[in-house]
Each structure stands twice: as structure tokens, then as C-alpha cells.
């Protein structure tokens, strides 16, 4: 009886899973890119993240950044949080949808059972 019940859970993942890689990718592939772009302002202290476009760029990326601040105080003036979280975010994405990912390879051994 429960291996029925596995059984459907098991194709119901197995279908799930190619969007659920592809999703998971492109959010963590835009958050690298937005933890980029507030790298980039770092180098700009004059222009207004609080305004226009910029403002796409500091809200999902802020409450992050707070958080770290926390813990890593600027090097020379610099805030060095937007690159750790490039990293963190890089390590996760190769971790997880990278070539040789847990989702990557739960991908390719589900295409090879179907």
C-alpha cells in the first residue's frame, strides 16, 4: 500500500522537476546578477538607490546586505557584502543546478529511468 503511494509522489517529483530546476536556476542566476549591480554601485556613492531603477536593484538585495553588515564591518571603506553574497549565491547555484548539482543529476538519472 505505502509503495503505491511512493510510487506516485516519485512521478509526481519526476514530472515537477525540470521546471522546478529551470525556476530554481534563472532566480538564482538574477540574484547574482542584482548582487552584481550593487557591487557595481558601491563604486558610484553619489548615485541615489533610493530612486528610478535602482530601487529594483536595492529592495530584494538589502535586507541581505543589513544582515551582513552585521557581521563583516567594511574593509577600507569598502562594503565587501554584495561579493560575499555573489559567492554564496554562485556556490549554491553550482551546488544545487550547476552541471554536476543534486538537481542536475536527479535530472539526468530520471531522464534515463523514463
Same mark, same amino acid.
Given at each position: =500500500?505505502?509503495?503505491? &503511494?511512493?510510487?506516485?509522489?516519485?512521478? $509526481?517529483?519526476? +514530472?515537477?522537476?525540470?521546471? !522546478?530546476? @529551470? !525556476?530554481? *536556476?534563472? @532566480?538564482?542566476?538574477? @540574484?547574482?546578477?542584482?548582487?552584481?549591480?550593487?557591487?557595481?554601485?558601491?563604486?558610484?556613492?553619489?548615485?541615489?538607490?533610493?530612486?528610478?531603477?535602482?530601487?529594483?536593484?536595492?529592495?530584494?538585495?538589502?535586507? &541581505?546586505? $543589513? =544582515?551582513?553588515?552585521? !557581521?563583516? &564591518?567594511?574593509? *577600507? %571603506?569598502?562594503?565587501?557584502?554584495?561579493?560575499?553574497?555573489? %559567492?554564496?549565491?554562485? @556556490? #549554491?547555484?553550482?551546488?544545487?543546478?550547476?552541471? +554536476? %548539482?543534486?538537481?542536475? +543529476? =536527479?535530472? #539526468?538519472?530520471? +531522464? $534515463?529511468? *523514463?
Amino acid at each position: =500500500m505505502y509503495k503505491d &503511494a511512493l510510487r506516485f509522489v516519485t512521478s $509526481a517529483l519526476i +514530472q515537477v522537476l525540470p521546471i !522546478f530546476h @529551470l !525556476f530554481l *536556476g534563472l @532566480l538564482l542566476s538574477i @540574484l547574482t546578477l542584482v548582487f552584481l549591480l550593487r557591487i557595481v554601485l558601491t563604486w558610484y556613492p553619489k548615485v541615489n538607490i533610493k530612486k528610478g531603477f535602482w530601487l529594483l536593484v536595492t529592495l530584494p538585495t538589502e535586507p &541581505a546586505l $543589513a =544582515m551582513t553588515r552585521k !557581521f563583516v &564591518a567594511p574593509i *577600507g %571603506g569598502v562594503d565587501i557584502t554584495p561579493v560575499i553574497w555573489v %559567492g554564496l549565491i554562485s @556556490l #549554491i547555484r553550482e551546488l544545487v543546478v550547476g552541471q +554536476q %548539482g543534486v538537481l542536475s +543529476q =536527479m535530472l #539526468i538519472k530520471s +531522464q $534515463a529511468i *523514463g
